[in-house]
C-alpha cells in the first residue's frame, strides 16, 4: 500500500520553545516540518526546497517577518503563506503577500485547515 507523501511546511519564529511546539503538533498532524529561528536561514531553506506552507512570526532578530515573506512569495508563489504575531500585523503581512494571519496564540488546526483550502485551490505545489 502506496503512503501518500506528508505535506510540508516551514515554521519561522525566533522564539525557540514555541517554534519546538508548533513543530511538534504539526508532525502529529501530518506535516513534514522544517523549523528556522531567523529570516536569513528561512530563505535558504525555500531556495533549497519547495514547501506546501509557510506559518512565519513578525518579529525575528534579522528580517521583519513581513519582509520575508514578499521574498518567499516570489521564490514559491502557489505556496500557502500564515503570518502570525502576538500583536496585530495582519495588514503588513497581507499587503506582503500573505495568504492570512494568525493573532497568536492560535488553534493549531487551523493552519492545517487554510493551508489545505489553500492546496485544493492551487492545485499540487511543484
Known amino acids: 500500500m502506496d503512503q501518500q507523501?506528508?505535506?510540508t511546511?516551514?515554521?519561522?519564529?525566533?522564539n525557540a520553545p514555541l517554534l519546538r511546539?508548533?513543530?511538534?503538533?504539526?508532525?502529529?498532524?501530518g506535516w513534514s516540518v522544517t523549523l528556522c529561528g531567523d529570516g536569513s536561514s528561512a530563505i535558504r531553506s525555500v531556495m533549497s526546497r519547495s514547501f506546501e506552507a509557510v506559518l512565519i512570526d513578525?518579529?525575528?532578530?534579522?528580517i521583519r517577518g513581513h519582509v520575508i515573506t514578499e521574498t518567499i512569495r516570489t521564490i514559491m508563489p502557489r505556496a500557502c503563506i500564515i503570518g502570525m504575531s502576538f500583536l496585530d500585523?495582519?495588514?503588513?503581512?497581507?499587503?506582503a503577500g500573505a495568504d492570512?494571519?494568525?493573532?497568536?496564540?492560535?488553534d493549531i488546526d487551523e493552519v492545517d485547515r487554510i493551508a489545505g483550502l489553500h492546496g485544493s485551490r492551487t492545485g499540487d505545489m511543484d
Do not use: N, Q
Not at 21 to 29: A, D, K, T, V
Not at 89 to 95: G, S
Open 5 to 7: 507523501p506528508k505535506k
Open 58 to 62: 513578525f518579529s525575528l532578530p534579522d
Open 89 to 95: 500585523r495582519e495588514y503588513e503581512f497581507l499587503a
Open 100 to 106: 492570512t494571519f494568525f493573532l497568536k496564540p492560535f
Open 9 to 14: 511546511i516551514i515554521v519561522i519564529d525566533d
Open 21 to 29: 511546539e508548533l513543530g511538534s503538533m504539526l508532525e502529529r498532524g
